[in-house]
């Protein structure tokens, strides 16, 4: 049994790249890749994600696609772009004639060592050895520079780097190499590759476990954190101050085009009839002067408060906008994430107003 290109290009890369050449295809590999690189580096985002399904699949599919996105198109597009240049590079030469997507597969599977790397620097964070020269870490980290961020680069691209140039190198071959007639399981690359992978799964499985409450999202039935807030206008806002009221919290920012939007329908209903009802309007850490000219250029009513991260991160908030209707006794009902519904909304508004207050 012939095993994955993925699996065998550590130890025969000029046989694996000359499979791919002729199969014309591979390049979905890479971000299948950087699908595991992100539950590796980012375990918590990727399972809150997930535990959002439990109130609202789409919103937890919508979530995870971009955490997905955001993380793995810079390298896709940054691939697929030094794919077109091979391509033309090739057909320059006129050495070898491949499509742009065939070349760019090629490359892909130089991205292997990279996962391989992040899987190392995962175990080695489970035993307290963290520096921001190991892959995973930020290029944009502060603490690197000059020596630093040059090691980084060396450290995390070399090898793929390096494997890059053997897939080149392939492909102006004036012929290309043949598969071996078995491939055995297990090699020593092979078998040591499997098992950090399953160690680093394994590695952070149990930091999901031991940080549960920070990445399990605020759900419905949960009793919301207690909020000490001061309007932009100097007006505090104690935590008894929602008791036996009915509440509309919204975590929003004057950038978000979404947020903007739903203004008029925040506005809409802040007006609803009753003094049993109250909307809080939460801004995520901008500026209050800009705040306050936004919110007097949109003619907003309803007090805005100012939250500079604690509320975010109590909340597990991570996109924008994000809202939670919470009943009287502290207790959230409903979620919302994304574009607000006014309709949907006042109909929940009204159905938990319509409950009997159990004092």
Known sequence: ????????????????????????????????????????????????????ASFSPSVALMGMWQEYVNYALPVGVGVFVLGIVLYYALRRSGQRRLDPWTAASVLAYAWVPHVLLIAAAVLLARFGVEHPILPGGSFNDPRLSGATLLGKGVIELGPSVLLGMIAVRTCFAASLPTAAKSTRLPLPITAASLLLLIAAFASSSVRIADNWDRARPLLPGDTVPP?????????????????????????????????????????????????????????????????????????????????????????????????????????????????????????????????????
């Open 1 to 52: 049994m012939k095993l994955p290109r993925s699996l065998r290009v550590l130890w025969e890369p000029a046989t694996v790249f000359a499979e791919t050449i002729a199969a014309r295809k591979g390049f979905g590999t890479l971000f299948l890749l950087l699908g595991i690189e992100l539950f590796l580096i980012r375990p918590l985002r990727v399972t809150s994600h997930a535990m959002r």
């Open 227 to 359: 909020l000490d807030l001061t309007s932009i206008d100097g007006n505090p806002l104690r935590p008894d101050d929602l008791y036996h009221q009915v509440s509309l919290i919204e975590f929003w920012a004057t950038w978000c085009t979404v947020c903007v939007a739903s203004m008029p329908q925040v506005e809409k209903l802040h007006h609803k009839p009753g003094d049993r009802f109250r909307v809080v309007s939460i801004n995520a850490n901008e500026d209050p002067g800009d705040v306050k000219k936004f919110v007097e250029d949109h003619r907003l009513s309803f007090p805005v408060y100012i939250d500079r991260g604690r509320l975010q991160s109590l909340f597990r908030v991570d996109s924008f906008p994000t809202a939670y209707l919470v009943d009287g006794h502290g207790t959230v009902r409903e979620v919302y994430i994304g574009a607000l519904s006014a309709a949907k909304i006042e109909e929940d508004i009204d159905q938990v107003l319509a409950e009997p207050d159990r004092h």
